[in-house]
């Protein structure tokens, strides 16, 4: 296997030089063509293994992270050195073993942490390339994520598994290789992103985009940053990770650091000064070109419009065994989207087990303590080995 290690990304502000870890070249002799007809090969793709591939090769779980996640799922993250994003769900003895199971997890394609993306540099200039990127669909991501797995030369997944927009790619893997896994895991997702998270999305973009540092996309060619943008759109989005009662549970109405309101408009609340603490935070380790491509390639998600408004003919090649999980206060991606995918692999006559689980932390709950969620894949992952 060729790779590349340490190569230097550029994020923030302060123009931050970190390492990332394992890149390969794909599509090196027939390129990817991508849905918007473009083409694209050679490309870099960034990801991360944990665990032991085994003689037989069968014990590999490809990992599909969210929006603003990458490949750092279980190790210390080099640009904020935050434990890894997913350390409550894998590890030695978890529910994604690693003493068991070969995890691989691929920064999606449109990212910022060493795969191809916007800030990839143009071969021609070697400026990043912006806004002449091409537009990516969640289906262009798992084709890519395949051609990583075949360079890796595993032939058949044991799982894929992944929550929010990793569980987009978990559905696309369905409808486009379904041969190509045993099992699947598919948390707080939908089939479809709805009106309400195209909207969402939209405002994030259009708070990058009117940040005058945006500069049309060329921020480091002008040495400049769409920080205070970026920052908006990250606070607006987290909001939509969160319920009304987990907000309530945490921060209810509790100043910040005083007595007594300001009369003012600094963080006179806890939840402003936390929701500020994430933009800031996020600036640090994100692009915002990244951010706008990889928020349209999820609004462009619809599998049942692809198939005719038959959701079910979207699955009809699926035999290996689904596990799907919502959580009751997500509002983001509700349990009655949970629900749509479950029937339709049940018309599809696919073997489906489907669990909502009752919790205040909404949409994040797949990413947080969750000891039901911890039992529930432990226990199909557990019985599919027995299959």
Not at 59 to 75: R, S
Not at 143 to 153: D, E, K, N, Y
Not at 183 to 208: D, K, P
């Amino acid at each position: 296997m060729t790779s590349t290690t340490n190569q230097s990304l550029i994020f923030g502000s302060d123009y931050r030089e970190v390492a990332v870890g394992d890149i390969v070249l794909l599509a090196g002799q027939e390129k990817l063509k991508l849905d918007s007809g473009a083409e694209i090969g050679p490309f870099p793709m960034a990801f991360r293994t944990y665990g032991t591939l085994n003689t037989a090769k069968d014990n590999v779980i490809l990992v599909c992270h969210g929006l603003t996640g990458d490949q750092y799922m279980l190790e210390e993250h080099p640009v904020t050195d935050k434990p890894g994003w997913w350390e409550l769900m894998a590890g030695p003895g978890k529910p994604l073993d690693t003493e068991k199971y070969f995890l691989i997890c691929p920064n999606v394609l449109g990212g910022c942490m060493g795969s191809f993306g916007p800030k990839t540099p143009d071969a021609a200039t070697g400026k990043p390339l912006g806004l002449a990127f091409p537009v990516l669909t969640i289906h262009d991501m798992v084709r890519a994520q395949r051609l990583l797995v075949r360079h890796l030369g595993i032939e058949k997944l044991f799982s894929v598994i992944g929550g929010s927009m990793g569980g987009m790619q978990v559905l696309s893997w369905a409808v486009q290789f379904p041969e190509d896994f045993r099992s699947a895991v598919c948390l707080a997702a939908a089939a479809r992103h709805s009106a309400q998270n195209i909207a969402f999305h939209e405002i994030g973009r259009q708070a990058i985009m009117a940040d005058p540092d945006w500069c049309e996309g060329r921020y480091f060619d002008e040495q400049r940053y769409p920080a205070k943008g970026l920052a908006v759109a990250r606070m607006t989005a987290h909001v939509t990770y969160l319920s009304e009662a987990g907000l309530h549970r945490k921060f209810g109405r509790n100043l910040q650091d005083r007595e007594q309101v300001s009369y003012g408009f600094d963080a006179d609340f806890q939840i402003e000064s936390y929701l500020r603490y994430q933009g800031k935070a996020f600036v640090e380790r994100f692009d915002p070109n990244s951010y706008l491509y990889i928020t349209r390639a999820m609004d462009y998600f619809d599998l049942e419009a692809e198939h005719g408004g038959n959701l079910s003919k979207a699955f009809g090649r699926v035999t290996s065994p689904f596990c799907v999980v919502s959580f009751s206060s997500d509002w983001l991606f509700p349990t009655e989207e949970s629900r749509r995918i479950v029937h339709a692999l049940n018309g599809a006559g696919a073997p489906v087990s489907f669990v909502e689980i009752p919790t205040d932390k909404g949409h994040d709950a797949f990413l947080l303590e969750e000891p039901a969620l911890f039992d529930t894949v432990r226990g199909f992952l557990k019985g599919v080995e027995g299959v």
